[in-house]
């Protein structure tokens, strides 16, 4: 079986991506908790919460899909595949499982 290389550029873009909107959210960690419940801080926050998960799955489910006979259709099995090749730390994979 021929081995397919990782895709270095989708890598590093979702890393820049992740990376981004770690950025975004480094900014609501300054004020206070009355604040960010004003007016659509929240969902502002939970956008780039969201976007940078989304990321940093699509980079774990990069790395499965060259892994032989490791497969994963949502984001729990994208971490347990993960621990599994040790990948991650398999103590990871014992606090979700």
């Given at each position: 079986?021929?081995?397919?290389p ?19 959210l ?33 980079i ?38």
């Amino acid at each position: 079986m021929k081995k397919i290389p990782l895709r270095k550029d989708l890598i590093l873009s979702r890393l820049e991506e992740i990376e981004k909107d770690i950025d975004e959210l480094n900014f609501y960690k300054g004020i206070s908790i009355e604040e960010f419940k004003k007016g659509k801080n929240y969902p502002i926050c939970e956008h780039y919460l969201r976007r940078a998960l989304e990321a940093i799955f699509d980079i774990g489910n990069h790395i499965i899909s060259r892994i032989p006979k490791a497969r994963a259709k949502t984001y729990k099995e994208i971490a347990l595949e993960l621990g599994k090749f040790k990948i991650i730390p398999e103590e990871f994979n014992l606090k979700i499982e």
